[in-house]
């Protein structure tokens, strides 16, 4: 397990911590490292498939996208100032890391990459066997919304369950120019401070 912890974020380091997501040669890098991991991730699933019980399977493949996505995490949140195009092309990557959620659809068995059989099947249960899974999807979310969708999420959906306060106000300093609305929303979710 350790060493294929080690391969994935080998593989994510590739993309220079997705500074500069939008500019060549980067933009290139950093979608053939993520590309690169999640193939990766279906290699494993592929060998490990007959070896290991469903059960067995599913929560070592949790735990490897779950390295996936702290990764990710740890790197978007560390971005600071995150322009347009860029949260534009980070979310992109995310939902490139999201088609790994096909492994664990209840019933698909993971059939493989681009094999159909998965969105026929039942239940998407990634969120079971990899516990930031939601922060990682609500972060894509995060990095195209509006600051009126953001304190909505906060306030009334379920993004004070992933993220601290800090987290969010650190992310809307990042991706909104300094205004009235974005002080307003900073002290609305500092105050609630869930």
Known sequence: MESQRTILRDLLD???????????????????????????????????????????????????????????IAAVEDLGDIGEADSHQLRLLMDQVSTAKDIFVRGGGGGGRGEGEVEAAGADMTFIYCPNWLKFQ?????????????????????????????EVVELIEGLFADSEMRRRAILEIRRSGK
Not at 143 to 166: Q, T
């Open 14 to 72: 590739g993309a220079g911590g997705f500074g500069s997501v939008t500019e060549t040669p980067f933009k290139q890098e950093c979608e053939s490292a993520v590309n690169q991991t999640v193939d990766r991730l279906w290699e494993v699933q592929k060998q490990w498939k007959g070896i290991l019980s469903e059960s067995a399977l599913l929560q070592s493949l949790g735990s490897l996208l779950s390295t996936i996505t702290s990764v990710v």
């Open 138 to 166: 609500y972060l894509a979310e995060i990095l195209e919304s509006s600051l009126v969708d953001i304190r909505y999420l906060w306030n009334e959906g379920e993004l004070s369950l992933e993220f601290e306060a800090e």
